[in-house]
């Protein structure tokens, strides 16, 4: 019964803004704050209550293989928590820097679409109804990447618009075709029909949703629009598209398809540990060239979720596990860098790691948490970054592919370099720039604090007896091929 | 208002009669999504042309005074709402999210498919509204080769 | 299976377009003629020979196994819906970065490397 609030709240506090607000943003803000606080609470009270078991709710009455479903399972459940936690902070984030960038209640309900895109995909059991929310996602984002109404960010947003388009377009081919094979858009169903069919099909579905899916994801090939949309877009906006969005619409699209619908086929398993390593490496060079500190952070982020695809790919249980601990890390880590990269581009006025310097006394708390996300993201311990990444390369060993291994290893390695160099050069440099005070806001240093906390918080994650109630019923609906289907359709 | 602004006296003319009938016939058809092929999207796509029509006509300084642009706003995000709110009644009502809660009466009336005409009308002020909106705004760009600074 | 063809065939029209063309607009134009191109595809699927449209209409008998499937054409009323807002988006910035740029050629719009 929970389930459409999910997609409810978020709209309807969209619209709302829309009609009540007038030149200030003060009821856009508190509607906001309130309606995404609530969404922290469903989300968490539905993964606690939730045991294993898949919500189903019909829209409309209109039972599962006709009408189109919602369906909430442990790793959905999952992923709308860090959604609606990383939204949260991105929100308090945003007060302030909004305010200083161009204030308006537009950006607060434009915000409130991209929740409600990404609670749409994460919640949905259609095909079509993932594709539209998909798209209702993307628009938000491309107006939001334009916000500050720079030359640079038109240029981004449009680059990010037409890229958006041929990879809807590739995705609606290969909805079309599923249609055509299966009769039906269920995505249990369309698992069910599969299987019964020749599995040629699958592979050809299959090819036209990774190149539709990979290009929402930035997965190597496909990453060329990335840099630009996420270093161009504010702040907290690069925070939320770096940190949730290409998950939401990349990686978790790309699980629930490929280990839930298509069954794990071993060819695709195969395309994305070999994709997941080429974006490590490759992601992490091109990282390790840039001066502008969100340009290197986007890098980063094609990079760590090259990670998450080999584990994926690695289709073992530890392999899979890795990779959903990575998942949330990356969301946390990498959102706060985003904060850091805001707050020092209100104080300094650049994104450039050479025009920096001071930074310990003039923004300590910035500073300060900056050190421990860079920490985490290179993976020290006993920051999660290490575990994840450690869970992923001993599942590479185990699987019998150590040349992946050492090549994680060889990524994780570039890693720390490109963070000691934005340590070194931004951060603890020798020159001395002067910073007006008091720039960064409480909600500010509070976003950055809170998600701080959680980088060494969620290394508890991992331990026994944590791990059998929180990360293994999400690895549980990952490796069960037929659990999806038998759990939609209640038998 | 500028006599000169807008196109000739002709199509001025012929604008100020057929305008109304188109407005007429994107309300046919929204009324009727559920009867014959039409609805919601295509009679407020119906609806948006007839005031673009006026806009192309008559210049868009006029239409600034003939038409409430704040007004449209409103509509188009409180239609929005009441999708939802109609949303919201079929959950308490009917069930379900957006299940139907109001008598489906019979076939081919025009008063005939419970809720789904309630949406339709909806849908059909969001998307006439919101429509005209998107190219008001667009048109508002003054699109001429300058100079770079 | 001609037809199918002709489909993708259309929608590599696109994707060249997308890809060669250097006019802003021409590339929304490009975009468009894909979307197109899908949409058609999608209907066609439904399609099958010597069937009617799936209305009911008063006084007129028809059994539903004569009619196509109406649910592609549902699926390409969103798509188009979608699409819409998809150009009404890539005008808006066209626009804006011509404000900007003053050009709608694209090799003189690189602020941002790589």
């Known amino acids: 019964m929970i389930l459409p609030f999910f997609i409810i709240i ?48 019909e829209m409309s009455n209109w039972k599962a293989p006709i009408g189109i479903i919602l369906a909430v399972d442990a790793l959905s459940a999952f992923m709308l928590m860090i959604v609606a936690v990383i939204a949260l902070t991105s929100l308090m984030f945003s007060v302030h820097y909004i305010r200083h960038l161009a204030p308006s209640w537009k950006y607060y309900a434009l915000f409130m679409l991209l929740v409600t895109g990404m609670n749409g995909v994460i919640a949905t059991g259609d095909l079509f109804n993932m594709f539209v929310f998909v798209e209702i996602t993307l628009f938000a984002a491309y107006s ?26 590739l995705v609606l081919v290969g909805i079309g075709i599923t249609y055509a094979a299966t009769s039906t858009l ?32 930035a997965i190597m090939p496909f990453h060329a629009w990335l840099p630009d949309a996420h270093s161009s877009a504010p702040a907290p906006i690069s925070a939320m598209l770096s940190g949730v969005l290409i998950k939401a619409l990349g990686v978790y699209v790309l699980i629930r398809l490929f280990f839930n619908v298509f069954g794990g086929i071993t060819i695709f398993n ?3 540990v070999i994709l997941g390593t080429i974006s490590i490496l490759v992601g992490g060079f091109l990282a390790m060239g840039q001066w502008d500190f969100k340009r290197l952070l986007a890098y980063s982020s094609i990079s760590q979720i090259g990670y998450i695809i080999l584990g994926l790919g690695l289709g073992t249980w530890l392999g899979v596990l890795g990779a959903v601990f990575h ?57 999660n970054g290490f575990f994840s990444k450690l869970i992923i390369i001993i599942a ?25 160099k934005v340590q070194r050069f931004g951060f603890h440099s020798r020159n001395i720039v002067p910073v007006e005070k008091d720039v960064i806001s409480f909600g500010m240093n509070s976003a950055m604090i809170i998600l701080a906390v959680l980088c060494l918080a969620t290394s508890v994650l991992i331990i026994p007896g944590i791990r059998e109630v929180t990360l293994d019923p999400i690895v549980a609906v990952i490796m069960n091929k037929t659990g999806y289907i038998s759990q939609i359709f209640g038998r | 208002m500028n006599q000169q602004a807008g196109m000739t006296l002709i199509v001025k003319t012929v604008t100020r009669i057929s305008v109304w009938l188109i407005l007429l016939y994107g309300i046919y058809i929204i009324l009727h999504g559920h009867l014959s092929p039409g609805g919601g999207f295509a009679g407020g796509v119906i609806i948006a042309l007839a005031f673009l029509n006026v806009m192309l006509a008559f210049g868009r300084d006029f239409i600034k005074n ?19 709110a109609v949303g919201i009644l079929g959950m308490a009502f009917g069930g379900s999210f957006l299940a139907n809660f109001i008598p489906h009466g019979t076939l081919f009336n025009l008063v005939s498919s419970g809720t789904i005409q309630v949406l339709n009308i909806v849908i059909g002020l969001k998307v006439g509204m919101g429509l005209f909106i998107v190219v008001w705004a667009l048109a508002l760009f003054h699109l001429d080769r300058k100079e770079l600074k | 299976m001609t037809v199918y063809l002709l489909c993708f065939t259309l929608l590599l029209v696109g994707i060249y377009g997308i890809i060669t063309k250097r006019d802003l607009v021409r590339i929304i134009i ?22 009617i449209y799936a209305i009911f209409i008063k006084d007129t008998p028809v059994s539903p196994q004569m009619m196509v499937d109406p649910l592609p054409q549902a699926l390409v009323l969103t798509s188009i819906v979608i699409e819409l807002g998809t150009t009404a988006m890539l005008v808006a910035l066209a626009v804006r970065l011509f404000e900007k740029y003053q050009t709608f050629d694209i090799t003189k719009i690189r602020r941002l490397s790589g």
């Open chain 2, 66 to 84: 003939w038409l409430n642009i704040e007004m449209l706003h409103d509509i188009d995000s409180s239609s929005a709402t009441m999708f939802l």
């Open chain 1, 327 to 383: 998942l949330v890390n990356h969301a946390i880590f990498k959102s706060l860098l985003f904060y850091n990269a805001g707050s020092l581009e209100t104080a300094f006025g650049t994104r450039d790691l050479r025009k920096m310097g001071n930074v310990a006394k003039a923004l300590p708390i910035t500073s300060f948490t900056s050190m421990i996300a860079s920490l985490s993201i290179s993976g020290v311990p006993p920051f």
């Open chain 3, 30 to 51: 490009s975009s468009g003629i894909m979307g197109y191109a899908v949409n058609l595809l999608i209907v066609l699927f439904g399609y099958k020979n010597g069937s």
């Open chain 1, 396 to 420: 590479a060993i185990q699987a019998g592919r150590p040349v992946y291994a050492f090549l994680a290893a060889v990524g994780s390695l570039i890693t720390l370099a490109y963070y000691m």
């Open chain 1, 144 to 169: 939001l990447v334009a916000y500050g109404c720079k030359a640079e960010e038109f240029e981004a947003s449009f680059k990010y618009a037409i890229m958006g388009s041929i990879s809807s377009t």
């Open chain 1, 270 to 272: 195969e395309v994305f």
């Open chain 1, 10 to 57: 978020p709209l309807l506090t969209a619209f709302i803004i829309t009609l009540i607000a007038g030149e200030r943003d003060n009821w856009a803000v508190i509607l906001s704050i309130i309606a995404v606080i609530s969404l922290v609470a469903l989300s968490v009270f539905c993964f606690v209550t939730l045991n294993g078991r898949t919500i189903v709710y």
């Open chain 1, 186 to 217: 269920t995505l249990a169903k369309i698992a069910e029909v599969l299987q019964q069919k020749d599995p040629m099909v699958t592979l050809w579905i299959g090819g036209i949703f990774l190149a539709g899916f990979g290009l929402k994801a």
